[in-house]
């Protein structure tokens, strides 16, 4: 499984665009990339996900390089309520094994007034 | 449609006490998960199930049993609880990626907070 690496902890203001970067340098070819929100005391939301180039959905946008090395989350104009820990999850999400995944420890993304 | 359920919400043990936690979904998943959460960390895969009948090891499966008779359930035990198992328990679900010809996500449940002294 490809191991990624964020920053631990970013913080922002609310209006402003913020751009988290996750580092998967050992991607497969087989691979996606997958990241999710949590906030405190819930579960894990999916927020989006991508093979390459650029995924765009309701919630945000997410980059990813020609070499897939690694990739960008995009979320546009972030409010108060955007914060929490994403993660960014890399994996083969394809066959019968299910998706086996590893969550690192995630980015805390803290928007201020 | 409640999605993912987890009973109970709490749980205070003893050491060497068995319980077993419940997972319900109601969306007809193929797969579905237990994971462990501690303090200021990711979530770790316990074990795993890809179908009714099935399961297997996921990263950390040591002091942990698994069992998923029906498609809609999927129960984590643990049969002599340890202090090293407080920690908050998510169960997960999700289609199989050639099930669906969409984006891959699993759902989680709002979690059991396990505290084993």
């Known amino acids: 499984l490809a191991k990624t690496t964020q920053p631990i902890s970013m913080d922002s203001y609310e209006g402003q665009e913020v751009n988290i970067t996750c580092s998967h340098n050992?991607?497969?070819?087989?691979?996606?990339i997958t990241w999710y929100q949590q906030f405190p005391s819930q579960g894990p939301r999916f927020i989006i996900q991508?093979?390459?180039t650029k995924v765009t959905n309701e919630v945000a946008s997410l980059f990813i390089p020609a070499d897939r090395k690694s990739s960008t989350l995009s979320l546009p104009r972030v409010s108060l309520s955007d914060t929490a820990v994403y993660y960014c999850?890399?994996?083969?999400?394809?066959?019968?094994?299910?998706?086996?995944?590893?969550f690192g420890a995630g980015t805390r993304l803290f928007v201020k007034a | 449609n409640a999605g993912v359920t987890q009973t109970p919400k709490f749980r205070v043990l003893k050491t060497g006490q068995s319980m077993t936690l419940l997972c319900a979904q109601d969306m007809n998943h193929e797969y579905m998960y237990w994971y462990r959460q501690d303090p200021g960390m990711g979530l770790r895969l316990i074990h795993y199930s890809v179908g009714e009948g099935t399961t297997a090891k996921g990263e950390v499966p040591d002091g942990y049993n698994v069992s998923r008779l029906k498609k809609q359930n999927f129960l984590l035990g643990l049969e002599s609880a340890a202090p090293s198992q407080t920690s908050v328990y998510f169960c997960?679900?999700?289609?199989?990626?050639?099930?669906?010809?969409?984006?891959?996500?699993?759902?989680f449940g709002p979690g059991t907070r396990l505290t084993v002294t």
């Open positions: 999850l890399v994996g083969d999400i394809r066959g019968t094994g299910g998706f086996k995944t590893i």
């Open positions: 997960a679900s999700s289609y199989s990626f050639t099930a669906r010809d969409r984006t891959y996500e699993q759902y």
């Open positions: 050992n991607i497969a070819t087989n691979d996606y």
């Open positions: 991508g093979y390459k």
